[in-house]
């Protein structure tokens, strides 16, 4: 019995001798000042990333448009536990073909953890979007073992606080809005440390400059920031409607 835990053990581990390994190859963001910095030249394939996120709606869709657009026929894009609900006439407008866009609504975050290793066992995948609030490391381990092996890049998008957590993700990137577009501070990779953000230019969906600029809403009286409004002509993300339900599988983004 030593042996299959030994093994296992090995799997969760990140030893150090793994950074003088050469990456495997990533699957391109479509952000080439991301790519050049990133090891395997992108998303990694078959293993865990996180996007930390001070709120939702800084950019992370934005930065996340190319993958969704680049689903090879016969594959899907499964994104699950989204905060709102994408909105299909923005995406369209971005190149997202709606036809190979799952988006699915779980009834809690447990549900949430099940559909994603579902998504990467079904091996039907292109990738795997999951927006998870709160998990401890057992189940961060259960989705990086199932992303490992799937083959299948799975992303999280978490809240900021989540940084101070450990995490099995071989790529964690902490996100914040900028002028014109996205900062990206990388706070794990595998390979030397960089220490400089970096700062990409993110063009809004239908052309023209963003809403918002891409900078931090007004604060309101109290200091807090206002949400963005989603109501914009190119929102990517529209609110959910009040769950009536059921919630269950839905195709194309409608």
Known sequence: MAAPALSLLDNLVWRGDRLATPALQGRPTGHAALDAVLPGGGWP??????????????GELGLLLPLLANVPAGRWAACIAPPGLPYAPALAAAGVPLERLLIV???SPAHARWAARQALDSRSCEVVLLWLVDADMGALRRLQLAAEESGTPLILLRPESAAHQPSPAVLRLALSPCRGGLGIRILKRRGPQLTEPLALELPWPGGGPRPDGGLEPPSTATGDPQPSSPSGKHALVRPLPPRSAPSGLHAGAQ
């Open 45 to 58: 394939l078959a293993a865990l990333s996180e996007l930390l996120l001070p709120r939702n709606g800084v």
């Open 105 to 107: 609504q779980p009834e």
